[in-house]
């Protein structure tokens, strides 16, 4: 068994990695605020929200993460979460996949406090929703 380190995860939205523009990633589930919820949904503890929860680096130069937050919010994209950081999925290190709706952040956009640190950088923190709960991927092999 090898359990997940703080230092292997990758995350690629469409066909970008954006590993080096984020600090965090976490798939997020909640309770559904739902107005309706079916029997079935109910008969499995009710209905499930998912989302991708991520800190990136403000760069708003074009094709960054930031830039397609900026100027792609609505847009659904595809995701793929590797918590191993494997490249190939496997039953023991499997990827999890989804889509997800492109939403601006509440809160920083641009800018942020002052710090002395040559190496801070100013971040922002968005929560984009999933079309469901993500797939997990153990092969490769459809």
């Not at 002395?116 to 092999?141: H, N, Q």
Request: aromatic fraction near 8%.
């Amino acid at each position: 068994m090898s359990a997940l380190g703080t230092r292997t995860l990758t995350l690629t939205i469409g066909d970008t990695d954006v590993t080096a523009e984020i600090s965090k990633a976490v798939i997020t589930s909640g309770e559904s605020d739902a107005d309706f919820i079916t029997f079935a949904d109910a008969a499995t503890g009710g209905k499930r929200d998912y989302r991708l929860d991520f800190t990136a680096v403000q760069d708003a130069e074009t094709g960054s993460l930031w830039d397609q937050v900026f100027s792609n919010a609505g847009d659904t994209v595809s995701f793929i979460l590797r918590p191993y950081g494997n490249e190939e999925p496997t039953a023991a290190q499997p990827h999890f996949t989804g889509n997800a709706t492109i939403t601006e952040p509440d809160g920083d956009l641009i800018g942020g406090e002052a710090n002395a640190s040559t190496s801070a950088r100013f971040v922002i923190e968005c929560s984009w929703p999933l079309d469901g709960k993500p797939a997990r991927v153990t092969s490769s092999t459809p």
